[in-house]
Each structure stands twice: as structure tokens, then as C-alpha cells.
């Protein structure tokens, strides 16, 4: 049987059709898939960016307020021991009776009233308000037994009492601060301040900013917004909320659980939030509202700061980029298809012009060689020349980075060392002028005119350290005669205060040996000295410092050491780097010991670490004795 080919030829326009058919099918709802999911990337990755970007804002303005808060917390803490120095008030808890009472409660109220603090007053130890700042009003405290309260029983034992809770006369919200009175070393009584922290929320409310502060047990205490306040940011067990009730913090508050409809951890303390909306507050917005919550602990209290930043103009922004994503998108597919389709009306004419280009590109080709070999050799010439003037250009800049280097490192040596150097006498000065106040009250002219020419004689030391840091800086005109027994005594008059708080037994064994090195910059290497050593026998029950010396040779070696817990052998590596140190922030900058040896290499001498067997730590400082000036004798022939 034969086929006859003529039957299958009606079949070939079809056949050919047929591809272009399935294209115009296929690519419409191929380009509307393709729009809707780049309509949705835009969306994530606008969103994404957005809340970056508003993560590294947030960062600024959370470390911004939460030291606003942190500044508002502790502006207080000195008044609670400032009461250890009024005689009336250890005259009231000594001997308590009515004339002594009244006396306290008029020095507190006046004092109340210039601190700018809720209330102040002093109880006894077995917890009984003795005096009061609002002894005059009808929920005085007067009497009150505030034994439970946490911040009274941290402070009788000797430690600094920090509570946040709603008072149990008052019911009214507050923050509390409480310092052991001592006399002769044992408590006597505690000194309390009451302060209110609705400021920090009415700051909040006026600058429109969503914040809130949680305490050491989870619950909210300061909030911009009302409906958040003294709600928990975590889940209370059963006995979490009966000890609560218990000590009375937050009197009878239910403490319900601040639950948001949904959480999403992005870092480390930086979380996505999603809140029922305040029918009140968010009027008009969407039943639900979103936020980037940024979560930082404050400085010196168990609180946490959180900051809540809206999400809704952000998610708007991602909906319209994702929108224009999935539009552009469209407009470019269209192009695409447009340019397609005269791409191949255009081939038919680009065709016909090929050979007369074909003929006239040979011809190009041709010229384009034999010019080839002159605009390399020009464009080689040409890059030498370039990289010529560049390496002079960038040896005349590295010379000018070096000059401005050395510049600001001598800039920054001097200002770190006057910070550094000044906090000593500046600290011994605001001692000083607080007594002096004091005993100016008291009538004690004499003693009041000493502490004031101690006062002016610590201004001359500060105005010799910048001079002597000066000179320092310069390292050429390192000259000066200083008296060993001077430096010691001075020293030990600025480290005062602290000598006498810690009870130092001092052991000075050593002589008056004049020493080739300024008497500044000596009293500048002890104070550093014997300072480190007094923060090392910070928790020793019975500190001793040995200031030992010798001379060997043409030098004097001094011997400073302590019985405190000596240095481990990791810090000993690190111990005289810039900007190294194991205290807190607030307590040093790591530039003590590093000023010191740079000090005595100044004036041709060494500073030395050694560890004895018996603990504690010893640095030896050696230095080169001052030329002896020539007798009468010495002179004669």
C-alpha cells in the first residue's frame, strides 16, 4: 500500500503555526506571575532595608534616652549618704526624743525641698520612720514600719538599697533610694529618698515617643503610654505573683501580662511586635499596630529601656516600592515584546545592508591595524605619565597624613592625660568645698579657712599638672629636683579621704632623697600608684600599703606595695597598654600605669611590677638622685 504525500501537506501551515499560538497563550499570564512575585520581593526586600535602617536609628535614639534615664536615676544616689554627716540626724537615732525629731524633720523638709525630691526620711533599725521630709502632711510616714520594704533591708546590712514600687501610705509610685548610717563603723540607722520618675514619662508623651522600662521582675513602671503600666513584658508564675503581693512593690496591681499579637526576633534585644491598637491613641490606624522594639539595659540597675519604633509608614513605603516593582516590571516586559517584534522587522533590512558594511569594515579593519601599533606606543607613553604624577601625588599625601598624625597623637596624649590626671584633685576639691559649706553653717571659721587653703593649694597642683603635662608632651625640656618625702605627703593628702574611708594601716620606711625628675610629675606617678593600690584592697578587711626605699647607685629605688588580690597572669601581660584596664567605665580610662612608666623613662628612670609569694603586688619605681650641689669646700682649690 502507498501513502500519497499530498495528504499530509494541508497539515504544515498548522504545524508552523502552532508555536507562536502556545507563546501568545503562555506569555500573559507568565509576565502577570512574573509582576506579582517581583511585586512581592519588592515588598520584603524594601521592608527588610526599611527596618534596618530603622534598627541603626533606633540604636542612636535608644542609647540616647536610655541615658537620659540612667542620668535621672542616679542624680540622686549621693543624697541618701549625705545625711551620715548631719550631726542631728545620729543625735535622732542615738537618742531619740521629740526636740531632736523636730529638728531632723524641719533639716529634711528643707532639704526635700531643694533636691527637688517626692520625700525624704530616716528610720531606725529595727525599720520605724524616726523623721520625715512631709511631716507635716496627714499621710506622713511618720512612725510608719517600712521593715519589709527590700530597699531597707539591703541598706541595714550595708549595701546600697535601689526599689521601684507604690508606697504603702501613699499609694503612689516611686523610686527609692536608701544608705546605711553608720557611727563608729555599725549602723545606726537608713537614710531613704523618695524620688518620682513621671517626668521621664510626660518628656515621652510631648516628644511622641513609645518607650517603656521594665524592672528586675519583668514589670513595665514607666510608660509613655498609660495602658501599658504595670503590666508584665513576661510570663508570672504562680509564686512569682504571691511573693509580689506579698512584699507589697506594686500594692494589690493585678500585674497582667503584656501579650502582643505577635513576636518576631530579629537580634539580639531587637524584636518585631505586633499590638492590638489604642482605640484612643491610634484612631483611624489599623485594628492592629506594628513595631520594631529595641531593648537596652541601663547602667547600674537590674532595668531594661525599650523603645518601640512604628511600622506602619514603613510597611506603606515597601507596599508602594513593591507596587512599583511589579509595575516597572510590567513596563519593561512590554518594551521587551515591543523591541522583539520590530527587532525582526528591522532583521530584513539590516540584512541587505550587511555586505556594503562587510566591505567597509575591511577597509576599517585595515586602517585600524596599521594605527594600532602608534596609539598603543602613545597610550603606554601616556600611562607612565600617569602613574608618574599619581606616586608622586600619593608620596606628597602620605608625608602630609604622617605630619598631621603626629600632630593629633601629641593633641590626644596631652587631653587624655589632663582628664586623667585632673579627676584626683578635682574629686578631693568637691570634698572639700561640700565640708566647707558645712562647717561655714556650723560657725567653724578655722577649720573652714584650712579646707579652703587645701582648696587653693590643689589648684596650684592642678595648674602645675597642666604645666607639667606641657613639658611632658615636649619630652626635650625634661628637667626638675623633687623631695621624695614631699611626693609621698602630698599624695597622700589627695588619696585622703579614701585612706581614711578604708582604714589603711601605712608603713613608711624610707628616706628624703632629692631625685632628678619634677615634683609634679613625681606626686603624679605616687598618687597613681598608691591609688591603684587602694583599688586593689577594695574588698580587704584589713588594708595595708608599704612604701619602702633604697638607694642602689647613682638611683633610688621606691618600694609601693599592697595586700591586695594581686593580678592574674592574663592582665599581667596586658598591664602597661594604653587604655587597658579591668575597673568599670566610670572608675578609670587604662591610662594610669601607661602616664606613670612613660613619666619615669622621661626623667631616665624605671617602673617596675613585681609579685610576692605573700600576695598582693608591688611596683618599684627607680629613679636617678638629683646632682649634689658643690660645697664651699668643693669649691676652694
Not at 506579698?246 to 539580639?268: K, M
Not at 511589579?326 to 539590516?350: D, H, M, P, Q, S
Request: with cysteine; hydrophobic share 40%.
Amino acid at each position: 500500500m502507498k501513502c500519497d504525500p499530498a495528504l499530509f501537506r494541508p497539515a504544515q501551515p498548522a504545524l508552523a503555526v502552532k508555536p507562536r499560538l502556545i507563546r501568545q497563550l503562555l506569555l500573559p499570564p507568565l509576565i502577570i506571575l512574573l509582576m506579582i512575585g517581583l511585586g512581592v520581593a519588592g515588598f520584603l526586600i524594601s521592608e527588610g532595608n526599611g527596618i534596618r535602617t530603622l534598627s541603626e536609628t533606633g540604636e542612636r535614639q535608644l542609647e540616647l534616652h536610655a541615658r537620659t534615664v540612667e542620668s535621672e536615676i542616679s542624680k540622686y544616689t549621693y543624697l541618701p549618704s549625705l545625711l551620715e554627716l548631719e550631726d542631728s540626724v545620729s543625735s535622732l537615732l542615738t537618742r531619740s526624743d521629740d526636740a531632736h525629731r523636730q529638728a531632723v524633720n524641719e533639716y529634711l523638709e528643707g532639704l526635700n525641698r531643694r533636691s527637688r525630691s517626692r520625700a525624704i526620711f530616716v528610720l531606725d533599725t529595727s525599720g520605724r520612720v524616726q523623721a520625715t521630709s512631709n511631716w507635716r502632711d496627714a499621710d506622713s510616714f511618720l512612725g510608719e514600719d517600712l521593715s519589709f520594704r527590700a530597699y531597707f533591708q539591703d541598706a541595714v546590712r550595708g549595701e546600697p538599697g535601689r526599689f521601684y514600687g507604690i508606697g504603702s501610705t501613699t499609694g503612689e509610685a516611686g523610686y527609692f533610694l536608701a544608705h546605711g548610717l553608720e557611727e563608729h563603723g555599725k549602723i545606726i540607722g537608713v537614710a531613704v529618698i523618695k524620688v518620682r520618675l513621671d517626668t521621664l514619662e510626660e518628656r515621652w508623651q510631648r516628644a511622641r515617643l513609645e518607650a517603656f522600662v521594665s524592672d528586675e521582675n519583668g514589670i513595665i513602671i514607666l510608660s509613655s503610654d498609660p495602658a501599658r503600666r504595670l503590666k508584665s513584658v513576661r510570663p508570672l508564675t504562680p509564686q512569682t505573683k504571691e511573693r509580689l503581693a506579698r512584699s507589697l512593690q506594686y500594692y494589690w496591681w493585678p500585674l497582667n501580662e503584656l501579650q502582643p499579637l505577635a513576636r518576631e526576633t530579629l537580634a539580639d534585644g531587637v524584636e518585631k511586635l505586633t499590638f492590638p491598637a489604642n482605640s484612643e491613641t491610634d484612631k483611624g490606624r489599623h485594628h492592629e499596630v506594628a513595631y520594631l522594639a529595641q531593648t537596652r539595659r541601663l547602667a547600674d540597675t537590674p532595668w531594661h529601656f525599650t523603645l518601640l519604633t512604628p511600622l506602619q509608614d514603613l510597611r506603606r513605603e515597601a507596599m508602594v516600592q513593591g507596587v512599583l516593582a511589579g509595575v516597572a516590571f510590567a513596563l519593561l516586559a512590554i518594551l521587551l515584546i515591543a523591541w522583539n517584534e520590530r527587532r525582526k522587522v528591522l532583521a530584513t533590512r539590516l540584512a541587505a545592508r550587511e555586505a556594503l558594511q562587510e566591505a567597509n569594515s575591511q577597509l576599517e579593519r585595515k586602517i585600524a591595524e596599521r594605527t594600532a601599533d602608534l596609539r598603543a606606543s602613545n597610550d603606554r607613553l601616556k600611562g607612565q605619565i600617569r602613574e608618574r604624577r599619581h606616586a608622586e601625588q600619593t608620596l606628597r599625601h602620605a608625608q602630609d597624613e604622617l605630619v598631621q598624625a603626629g600632630k593629633l597623637a601629641a593633641i590626644g596624649q596631652m587631653s587624655t592625660s589632663i582628664a586623667h590626671e585632673l579627676n584626683q584633685p578635682l574629686a578631693a576639691l568637691r570634698t572639700l568645698s561640700g565640708n566647707t559649706v558645712r562647717f561655714l553653717e556650723r560657725g567653724a571659721l578655722e577649720t573652714a579657712s584650712t579646707n579652703l587653703r587645701t582648696m587653693n593649694a590643689l589648684i596650684d597642683r592642678m595648674g602645675r599638672i597642666t604645666a607639667s603635662l606641657r613639658s611632658f608632651a615636649r619630652r626635650g625640656d625634661d628637667r626638675g629636683q623633687a623631695s621624695l618625702a614631699k611626693a609621698v605627703e602630698a599624695s597622700l593628702q589627695v588619696l585622703g579621704s579614701r585612706i581614711a574611708s578604708c582604714h589603711l594601716q601605712l608603713h613608711s620606711q624610707f628616706d628624703d632623697p632629692q631625685l632628678a625628675i619634677d615634683q609634679t610629675r613625681l606626686e603624679q606617678i605616687l598618687v597613681n600608684l598608691i591609688g591603684n593600690a587602694l583599688d586593689a584592697m577594695a574588698t580587704q578587711p584589713q588594708p595595708a600599703l608599704w612604701l619602702e626605699g633604697e638607694a642602689q647607685g647613682d638611683k633610688y629605688r621606691l618600694r609601693v606595695r599592697d595586700n591586695g588580690h594581686g593580678i592574674d597572669v592574663e592582665t599581667r601581660k596586658h598591664l602597661f597598654e594604653p587604655f587597658f584596664t579591668t575597673k568599670p567605665g566610670e572608675h578609670g580610662l587604662g591610662l594610669g600605669l601607661t602616664l606613670s612608666a612613660s613619666l619615669a623613662a622621661a626623667a631616665k628612670g624605671t617602673l617596675n611590677v613585681e609579685h610576692p609569694a605573700a600576695g598582693g603586688t608591688a611596683f618599684v619605681l627607680a629613679l636617678p638622685l638629683a646632682a649634689r650641689p658643690p660645697s664651699d669646700a668643693d669649691e676652694r682649690p
